[in-house]
């Protein structure tokens, strides 16, 4: 038995990449998914053993196929292409017969021309309306939380930082924040880098976009920004090179002018405990869901990511753009293969030529560095049963939905733009996921086949699992179960109706899983790129 399963990725023949809104359902016993009838590979939807007979595509299993991984469908000659969602995700490294497994053993990259075609396939999306219970800041910005920041601009000063956020963290000084309600915690974000680097340079650059991002994020009722004094990064040309103002929200010293360690620590923990009252003083209040500018992340992806959590995650993304919120997909080298899908939908040939020319950064930067893009997939990934980076990047730009892009940005730089947007970022998840949250980003919605242990403060992630299996074995770390699409109890359309209620939800105060466990405060890791001298 089979199921013709249409995503994103694949309904490039028609034309454009179109979310498909109910997925057939089938028999829970089906042994396999075709994904497009012009795939030469079928995928396992549970471990299929040699001689496993697939009735209707006349197809014997000759050897053990794992459960999210590919087996030929036609015999393919060495060089041909293979092809997944209607798209090539590799070519034979050797002669595959039907029945065979398909894998890293008999896969290997190729050149191949890619259509961008900017804008062929731009279209106007109905609009709606959306609410959730958000926090309004003096100036308009909405917040999805409330806390109160401490940022280094050096790892020299990062001790310090953690030790003014500690005395305030409520598992080991209950008292400290118990008469301040709706103060969500007292977090540190510190980082590896701030000195050792070109002081012109765009290490620095990037660095301190990243710093001055979370220091303005609405996130955050204040924040008081940690040196060491003597550093390149001095918090001064921070400030003035990102056009910020030290205020009584914004604060700003070093250790070398405080006067040592515990002068400063104290120093620090009496400024939070004079901002608490004043950041306790917030009520959520309905507002729109354009406010929302959610990040889109995968992490520990499987051969079921394309098939189920992306595309349920973007016909969320199609819901949120819909009611005028904001959506930053990014991950460069996980997009690499398919970006033509995103060029076909730019609103203007500017905005796609822009991401073609990130395209390009990237090959160079690969190719100065020693290093291949395809060394994206990780282990985990192949594990569980992707082969190629193009075979991951077709099914990671699924969970960007079927709207317009309406702009590509920089690492770590401020979404003006509202809907679908790209943000260049590399493909590690914590790095990435830093960009999007200093760019504006007041929530992260994470897809994960392998089970990803991952949280983001300020902003709050909401995690996904591909499969049954993910969600029910590591429940404790899981927000929303993605597998009944592959099992065909649900359809996509459902669940992306679920995943945009849930976005809603957690916007308005309730606590993801990863916000329970206390994730956040280590996985803030500014992109370093450059000579550390």
Same mark, same amino acid.
């Given at each position: 038995?089979?199921?013709?399963?249409?995503?994103?990725?694949?309904?490039?023949?028609?034309?454009?990449?179109?979310?498909?809104?109910?997925?057939?359902?089938?028999?829970?016993?089906?042994?396999?998914?075709?994904?497009?009838?012009?795939?030469?590979? /079928?995928?396992?939807?549970?471990?299929?053993?040699?001689?496993?007979?697939?009735?209707?595509?006349?197809?014997?299993?000759?050897?053990?196929?794992?459960?999210?991984?590919?087996?030929?469908?036609?015999?393919?000659?060495?060089?041909?292409?293979?092809?997944?969602?209607?798209?090539?995700?590799?070519?034979?490294?050797?002669?595959?017969?039907?029945?065979?497994?398909?894998?890293?053993?008999?896969?290997?990259?190729?050149?191949?021309?890619?259509?961008?075609?900017?804008?062929?396939?731009?279209?106007?999306?109905?609009?709606?309306?959306?609410?959730?219970?958000?926090?309004?800041?003096?100036?308009?910005?909405?917040?999805?939380?409330?806390?109160?920041?401490?940022?280094?601009?050096?790892?020299?000063?990062?001790?310090?930082?953690?030790?003014?956020?500690?005395?305030?963290?409520?598992?080991?000084?209950?008292?400290?924040?118990?008469?301040?309600?709706?103060?969500?915690?007292?977090?540190? /974000?510190?980082?590896?880098?701030?000195?050792?680097?070109?002081?012109?340079?765009?290490?620095?650059?990037?660095?301190?976009?990243?710093?001055?991002?979370?220091?303005?994020?609405?996130?955050?009722? @204040?924040?008081?920004?940690?040196?060491?004094?003597?550093?390149?990064?001095?918090?001064?040309?921070?400030?003035?090179?990102?056009?910020?103002?030290?205020?009584? %929200? /914004?604060?700003?010293?070093?250790?070398?002018?405080?006067?040592?360690?515990?002068?400063?620590?104290?120093?620090?923990?009496?400024?939070?405990?004079?901002?608490?009252?004043?950041?306790?003083?917030?009520?959520?209040?309905?507002?729109?869901?354009?406010?929302?500018?959610?990040?889109?992340?995968?992490?520990?992806?499987?051969?079921?990511?394309?098939?189920? @959590?992306?595309?349920?995650?973007?016909?969320?993304?199609?819901?949120?753009?819909?009611?005028?919120?904001?959506?930053?997909?990014?991950?460069?080298?996980?997009?690499?293969?398919?970006?033509?899908?995103?060029?076909?939908?730019?609103?203007?040939?500017?905005?796609?030529?822009? /991401?073609?020319?990130?395209?390009?950064?990237?090959?160079?930067?690969?190719?100065?560095?020693?290093?291949?893009?395809?060394?994206?997939?990780?282990?985990?990934?192949?594990?569980?049963?992707?082969?190629?980076?193009?075979?991951?990047?077709?099914?990671?730009?699924?969970?960007?939905?079927?709207?317009?892009?309406?702009?590509?940005?920089?690492? @770590?730089?401020?979404?003006?733009? %509202?809907?679908?947007?790209?943000?260049?970022?590399?493909?590690?998840?914590?790095?990435?996921?830093?960009?999007?949250?200093?760019?504006? @980003?007041?929530?992260?919605?994470?897809?994960?086949?392998?089970?990803?242990?991952?949280?983001?403060?300020?902003?709050?992630?909401?995690?996904?699992?591909?499969?049954?299996?993910?969600?029910?074995?590591?429940?404790?770390?899981?927000?929303?179960?993605?597998?009944?699409?592959?099992?065909?109890?649900?359809?996509?359309?459902?669940?992306?109706?679920?995943?945009? %209620?849930?976005?809603?939800?957690?916007?308005?105060?309730?606590?993801?899983?990863?916000?329970?466990?206390?994730?956040?405060?280590?996985?803030?890791?500014?992109?370093?790129?450059?000579?550390?001298?």
């Amino acid at each position: 038995m089979r199921l013709v399963l249409l995503t994103q990725a694949a309904t490039v023949m028609r034309g454009r990449m179109e979310l498909i809104a109910k997925t057939p359902a089938f028999d829970s016993s089906a042994l396999f998914i075709r994904l497009n009838p012009l795939d030469n590979v /079928l995928i396992a939807r549970q471990a299929l053993s040699e001689g496993t007979y697939l009735d209707e595509e006349n197809v014997t299993v000759s050897q053990p196929v794992p459960s999210g991984h590919k087996v030929a469908a036609v015999r393919i000659e060495q060089g041909q292409p293979l092809r997944r969602y209607g798209q090539i995700i590799g070519f034979a490294s050797q002669p595959i017969e039907a029945g065979q497994h398909v894998h890293v053993h008999n896969v290997e990259m190729g050149d191949f021309s890619r259509d961008y075609a900017f804008g062929v396939d731009a279209h106007e999306t109905p609009k709606t309306e959306a609410f959730f219970q958000g926090i309004v800041r003096a100036d308009g910005r909405v917040a999805t939380r409330n806390y109160i920041g401490i940022l280094t601009s050096v790892n020299c000063s990062a001790t310090v930082a953690r030790a003014i956020a500690d005395r305030f963290r409520r598992d080991i000084f209950p008292e400290a924040l118990a008469d301040y309600p709706n103060i969500d915690g007292v977090v540190a /974000l510190t980082h590896g880098s701030g000195c050792a680097i070109d002081s012109k340079g765009e290490a620095i650059d990037l660095l301190r976009r990243t710093l001055a991002g979370y220091a303005v994020h609405p996130n955050f009722a @204040a924040v008081l920004v940690v040196g060491l004094g003597c550093e390149t990064n001095q918090i001064q040309d921070m400030l003035d090179s990102q056009g910020l103002k030290a205020s009584d %929200q /914004l604060r700003a010293f070093t250790i070398q002018g405080t006067g040592g360690t515990s002068k400063t620590i104290a120093s620090g923990i009496a400024q939070v405990q004079s901002l608490l009252p004043q950041a306790n003083q917030v009520t959520r209040e309905s507002v729109s869901a354009r406010h929302l500018i959610v990040g889109l992340q995968c992490g520990g992806s499987d051969g079921y990511s394309g098939i189920t @959590a992306n595309p349920e995650l973007g016909n969320a993304v199609d819901r949120l753009v819909a009611a005028g919120g904001t959506a930053i997909l990014s991950e460069t080298p996980e997009i690499y293969g398919a970006e033509h899908l995103l060029t076909r939908r730019a609103a203007s040939q500017a905005i796609g030529e822009k /991401l073609v020319q990130r395209i390009h950064w990237w090959e160079d930067y690969c190719q100065r560095m020693n290093a291949e893009l395809n060394n994206n997939p990780s282990a985990g990934n192949k594990a569980g049963g992707l082969t190629t980076i193009l075979e991951k990047s077709l099914g990671a730009v699924a969970k960007a939905g079927s709207t317009n892009l309406m702009g590509v940005y920089e690492y @770590a730089e401020a979404v003006r733009a %509202q809907g679908l947007v790209f943000m260049d970022t590399p493909g590690y998840d914590p790095v990435s996921a830093t960009g999007q949250v200093a760019g504006g @980003a007041n929530l992260i919605a994470f897809t994960t086949g392998r089970g990803s242990a991952y949280g983001c403060a300020p902003t709050p992630s909401i995690k996904l699992a591909t499969n049954n299996r993910v969600f029910e074995f590591q429940q404790e770390d899981m927000d929303v179960n993605c597998g009944g699409i592959a099992d065909g109890t649900t359809t996509i359309e459902e669940r992306g109706a679920y995943v945009f %209620q849930m976005m809603l939800d957690i916007a308005s105060g309730a606590r993801s899983k990863s916000e329970q466990h206390g994730y956040g405060q280590n996985e803030f890791v500014p992109w370093h790129i450059g000579a550390v001298t």
